[in-house]
Every structure is written in C-alpha cells, then in structure tokens.
C-alpha cells in the first residue's frame, strides 16, 4: 500500500490559485515531520513548505508568503494551499513523511515520498 498519495495539481495561469493534498495511509502521520518538496525538469528537488505534529511550519524563501502548509490530523491528509501562482513554480510537487518533529531541508531525511503531481503555471 502507497503510505502517500497526492492530488490537486493541475494547469492554471500566472497569478491562479491551487490547492495540494496528500493522503496518508497506515501509521504514517501523527509522530512524523511532513512537507512538500519540487522538483522542476533538470533541477534539484527542492523542498517547499514542512509542518511538524506541531503545527509549526517553516517554507522556502521562494514562496513564503504566497503558499500555506496545514494538516488535518483527523483525516490524515496535508495540504499545500498555494496562491499568486508564477511560471517559476512549475514542477512535479511531492509529499514526503519523516518520523519525529524534526523538519530537516534535505530530501535525504525524509523516509516516505508519495508519488508526484503535475503543477503547470502558464504566463
């Protein structure tokens, strides 16, 4: 069973608005840091915005501002609110679980990734 699935990606304009969500299965979850990172053709994957059991919060200078990182514990599901859209933000957007409070910036801390989804931002 896939721990994490996203959904809500999409194509919009510059400036548009789109909401991510990730579904996480078994014990995934509660005791674990979660986050969102991108990856854009012949970049690094990048990580975005990371929500510890806390609920504190931490973004890439990039979007701060701009997107919002939430977590709905009793449905198991985190989200990726992200407004005022740009070309640059153009990526395959991922979910990724890590276990403890910790939210390190390095992909290589996170234990759990969910499988991608296709944000377009067209000018």
């Known amino acids: 069973q896939v721990p994490l699935v996203e959904s809500g990606g999409g194509s919009v304009q510059s400036g548009g608005s789109l909401r991510l969500s990730c579904a996480a299965s078994?014990?995934?979850?509660?005791?674990?840091?979660m986050a969102w990172f991108r990856q854009a053709p012949g970049k690094e994957r990048e990580g975005v915005a990371f929500?510890?059991?806390?609920?504190?919060?931490k973004y890439a200078d990039s979007v701060k501002g701009r997107f919002t990182i939430s977590r709905d514990k009793p449905k198991k599901t985190l989200y990726l609110q992200m407004n005022s859209l740009k070309p640059e933000d153009t990526a395959m957007y991922y979910c990724?679980?890590?276990?403890?409070?910790?939210?390190?910036?390095?992909?290589?801390?996170?234990?759990?990734w969910g499988q991608g989804t296709q944000v377009t931002v067209s000018s």
């Open positions: 990724a679980a890590a276990l403890g409070d910790f939210c390190a910036v390095s992909r290589a801390w996170y234990n759990y």
């Open positions: 078994g014990d995934i979850y509660s005791s674990y840091c």
């Open positions: 929500i510890n059991s806390y609920g504190s919060t």
